[in-house]
């Protein structure tokens, strides 16, 4: 005889009824995570506690746990004020000071791989200096 478990929660999940049962006779519940997505989990799973939600919680540890606090870090032109939120997925992005003064918004991951240095005027520095040794080649010929 299989036990109704509906309308019990196991971690993050409440269970909202019986999704299958497979060949093997194991039981299969819909369930509803807190985070708001609904995912099919086998019972003995849920019993245990082996699955505790939707995945959601998985990505949240892994997210806390390779989570690098940035604040005060130089990154070449920059330096990391305060952590303004995250991306879709997941990224920290930080509001930086730039040496010339400006304030931009980069993502942790484009800091620490050196991908942004500047708040842009490095690329504006290196166009004047393009053009101004354009201007000297033509003062010349």
């Not at 990154?75 to 997925?89: A, C, K, M, Q, Y």
């Not at 040496?99 to 931009?104: D, K, L, R």
């Amino acid at each position: 005889m299989r036990i109704d478990i509906t309308g019990n929660k196991y971690n993050k999940l409440l269970v909202l009824g019986l999704d299958h049962r497979d060949k093997g006779r194991r039981s299969y519940w819909k369930c509803l995570c807190e985070c708001g997505n609904e995912t099919i989990v086998e019972g003995n799973n849920l019993k245990r506690g082996t699955t505790k939600s939707c995945g959601c919680f998985n990505t949240q540890r892994r997210s806390e746990v390779h989570k690098k606090d940035l604040k005060g870090q130089s990154f070449s032109r920059l330096v990391v004020l305060e952590d303004v939120g995250r991306t879709e997925d997941k990224t920290v992005i930080y509001d930086c000071v730039c040496s010339c003064g400006n304030h931009t918004i980069a993502k942790s991951t484009e800091l620490r791989s050196g991908h942004i240095r500047s708040c842009g005027c490095l690329k504006l520095l290196s166009i004047q200096k393009a053009a101004d040794k354009n201007r000297i080649k033509l003062k010349t010929i």
